[in-house]
């Protein structure tokens, strides 16, 4: 059989410690999808920033021991954290610290000749709260191949978002990935109405993109393109907590895409990995073979 493609993908945004009930574990959307990216068997890339103290050390030492392209910053400002309550269904609710480095991620010559190579690049709102992290975020977009999957994976948090800063990322990306309750959000700032089809067609027409993904926790998620849609069940598994899953979600979808799954398998992949990673505690635990076999990997 003949090799299959490498694939380079990047998450770019925040890295930081969820510091939750258990423990500090390593997370930021971006840099959970670019953990399970890696898992899948892509060249996978995290550009972001971390704090030249104890916790940026061990985040520099995780990234180099699971073998993921090193494109983390070092800058004067405290690592990221966040600090993770999980209520009584496993669901997350977050403090996000501010002023920290990944708020000040440069775009550096590395992360530009990664990016100028790269299949897909995940990024989100979150990662553009201060301008310095946003105009870097942007630059990398508009250097990635035009034809990239570029996944914007809007990931509202606290107050760190606006119709402006998510209207300039659409218009830089060509997948949307957002759950119910964002939905929600996303209308009443847009000013849209209608069901959650409605929405979501009116979404994928006003911004030319290639795919929506709206996830509803239990109650299912939808995969829209421009001209098909799949609907799956969520499946009822043991939930140690969610942390992490949406981002493993995004990854698997990408996977898919980059490895020319059709569009109900893709979603099929993306629903089974997240259920997984809800059955473990943390945003990035090792996936099974049995879902990696569907990649062949």
């Known amino acids: 059989m003949k090799s299959r493609k490498k694939y380079s993908v990047i998450g770019i945004g925040e890295i930081l410690w969820d510091l939750l009930p258990e423990g500090k574990k390593l997370g930021g959307a971006p840099a959970n999808f670019a953990f399970h990216a890696k898992q899948m068997g892509m060249n996978a890339g995290i550009i972001s920033a971390v704090g030249d103290d104890m916790l940026g050390n061990e985040i520099i030492r995780i990234i180099r021991d699971k073998k993921l392209v090193d494109l983390i910053q070092t800058n004067q400002n405290p690592t990221g954290m966040v600090s993770v309550t999980l209520d009584d269904e496993g669901i997350p609710e977050y403090i996000i610290h501010e002023d920290v480095a990944w ?150 979808m990408v996977a898919g895409l980059l490895y020319g799954l059709p569009i109900e398998e893709v979603h099929q992949l993306a629903v089974d990995v997240s259920a997984y990673v809800c059955t473990r505690e943390g945003a990035t635990p090792a996936l099974p073979a049995d879902l990696l076999a569907r990649l062949n990997i």
């Open 103 to 252: 708020d000040y991620t440069e775009t550096t010559r590395d992360a530009l000749n990664f990016a100028e190579k790269a299949d897909a690049i995940c990024f989100g709102s979150l990662g553009q709260r201060s301008e310095k992290s946003r105009n870097t975020i942007r630059e990398i977009l508009k250097t990635a191949p035009s034809d990239a999957i570029k996944v914007f994976d809007i990931n509202i948090r606290q107050h760190f978002y606006g119709p402006d800063l998510i209207q300039n990322s659409l218009s830089l990306a060509n997948i949307l990935k957002i759950n119910e309750e964002e939905l929600i959000l996303f209308s009443e700032m847009m000013d849209l109405n209608g069901n959650e089809i409605d929405l979501t067609g009116q979404i994928l027409d006003a911004y030319q993109l290639d795919y929506l993904a709206l996830t509803k926790g239990s109650q299912g998620s939808w995969l829209f393109s421009q001209q098909n849609s799949s609907y799956i069940e969520t499946p009822r598994v043991k939930v140690a907590d969610t942390v992490g899953a949406g981002d493993s979600f995004t990854a698997a």
